[in-house]
């Protein structure tokens, strides 16, 4: 697009299409696949070298089969649904249908395997942008609802922002709401040197299907497990976190920041939300790389939220109506 300092352009990736967001000037690029809208890598210049902060998919296979859903977008829910089944409206809803005993599993909602089309980009001199959309939430099995889903990648100078657009073209209110699934890593060795800080109050507690204990159990303060305490920056160490965290202490500018940091190298990250609950993991699991990065999981509420009475209200969204969800990464570099 001309000679501006932004562009947008295109790739792919084994047959898989890319869209190509990139700054020339401060050397910064943006790969997200059209399938899943999942970004595969995202390269920043720093002092003449360049850095991969996301650890992302590295095959037209791997963008296929999702493994560790790496960047996925999570809608019209993240995380699991409890036993699939849920209430909305006075109407019992199943996700999985005729399944029975331990495959019965439901989690990170439709989207994930959608091919999105680029409905939308634009580059100058302060940012490249791309609008992805897709239709593939509609009624299924469980979910008799229909969710427009757009999703706005802008690379500028303060960084990578994303903001989704959850639009409910049915005649019905809907449960629904945006997560989002991308792993960081702030270096090429494992974690255990990096620097985590999360500024949350409260803990969220699950059982060991990783399902939100029921009420008020749900809830323990961060002073009251100073293993899981992160507020101030500390080493991860050997610590293994698959946790969320919630009642996030906004900035002054009201944007909630959860931070990586390699004090190696000074390089670092902010992961920053509007409102909603952090989960973090340490990839501990994953089959490929595990602990070599950390999924800092921004989400407007907390996984199994349509079973969750204290989020009804933010979670309906009513016919015709639109909802927002931003997010977004700065790079923090330390002198």
Not at 30 to 38: F, I, R, S, W
Not at 76 to 94: K, L, N, S, T
Request: glycine content about 8%.
């Amino acid at each position: 697009m001309g000679n501006c300092r932004y562009t947008v352009g295109s790739g792919s990736l084994d047959g898989q299409p890319l869209v190509v967001l990139e700054d020339f000037e401060c050397g910064r690029r943006l790969q997200v696949a059209l399938h899943g809208g999942a970004v595969v890598s995202f390269s920043v210049r720093v002092n003449g070298v360049t850095h991969e902060l996301a650890e992302g998919y590295r095959s037209g296979a791997e963008i296929a089969g999702r493994p560790g859903s790496r960047f996925a977008l999570l809608a019209p829910f993240p995380g699991r649904v409890a036993d699939a089944r849920y209430h909305f409206d006075g109407h019992a809803q199943d996700l999985d249908p005729g399944v029975t005993g331990a495959a019965r599993a439901s989690r990170h909602g439709f989207v994930r395997d959608a091919d999105f089309e680029l409905v939308a980009s634009a580059a100058d001199d302060d940012h490249a942008s791309v609008t992805l959309a897709t239709q593939a939430i509609r009624p299924r099995p469980g979910y008799p609802f229909s969710i427009d889903l757009a999703v706005t990648f802008t690379l500028a100078a303060v960084g990578l922002t994303l903001e989704a657009r959850m639009r409910n073209v049915g005649d019905d209110p809907a449960p629904c709401y945006f997560g989002w699934h991308p792993y960081w890593r702030v270096g090429t060795e494992t974690i255990a040197e990096w620097e985590l800080c999360v500024p949350a109050q409260t803990l969220i507690r699950t059982d060991t299907d990783m399902i939100v204990l029921p009420g008020a159990a749900a809830y323990v303060p961060v002073d009251d497990v100073p293993a899981l305490d992160y507020r101030e920056p500390r080493r991860l160490a050997d610590s293994i976190l698959d946790q969320g965290y919630t009642d996030l202490a906004a900035d002054a500018d009201g944007r909630m920041r959860t931070r990586l940091r390699n004090p190696a190298t000074g390089l670092g990250l902010a992961l920053w939300q509007e409102r909603g609950v952090m989960h973090v993991y340490t990839a501990d699991t994953l089959a490929r790389d595990a602990r070599k990065a950390v999924a800092l999981e921004p989400m407007e509420c907390m996984a199994n939220a349509f079973n969750r009475p204290e989020c009804a209200d933010a979670i309906r969204l009513r016919p015709g109506a639109e909802r927002v969800f931003r997010c977004g990464v700065e790079l923090e570099i330390a002198p």
